[in-house]
Nanobody
Framework: QVQLVESGGGLVQPGGSLKLSCAAS????????MGWYRQAPGKQRELVAT???????NYADSVKGRFTISRDNAENTVYLQMNSLKPDDTAVYYC???????????WGQGTQVTVSS
């Protein structure tokens, strides 16, 4: 079983920055893809960004140019640097991991990001 623990959420003013971290543990095999999703009140969960073990990143159009995803394979940790934050970025952010060997995906508990003045 893979466990994901997120950290780094909080309250920030519009235009500010936050960095989220997610540490994975418990996998005996490579975590093929790690990523971040978010869910705002009354809305469906949506993809923010993903990154493969080889470093290939994918972003939602709404965050391109503002957010950067990165990962440390040795530490099984994924990061999301969020700059130029907007009120529309307010949501619970969830870490996600996919392990091909298990053919399973895993979710963290979520961390709240609030962008407000």
């Amino acid at each position: 079983q893979v466990q994901l623990v997120e950290s780094g959420g909080g309250l920030v003013q519009p235009g500010g920055s936050l960095k989220l971290s997610c540490a994975a543990s418990g996998s005996m095999f490579i975590i093929n893809t790690m990523g971040w999703y978010r869910q705002a009140p009354g809305k469906q969960r949506e993809l923010v960004a993903t990154i493969t073990s080889g470093g290939r990143a994918n972003y939602a159009d709404s965050v391109k140019g503002r957010f950067t995803i990165s990962r440390d394979n040795a530490e099984n940790t994924v990061y999301l640097q969020m700059n130029s934050l907007k009120p529309d970025d307010t949501a619970v952010y969830y870490c996600n991991a996919y392990v091909l060997h298990y053919a399973s995906e895993y979710w963290g508990q979520g961390t709240q990001v609030t962008v407000s003045s």
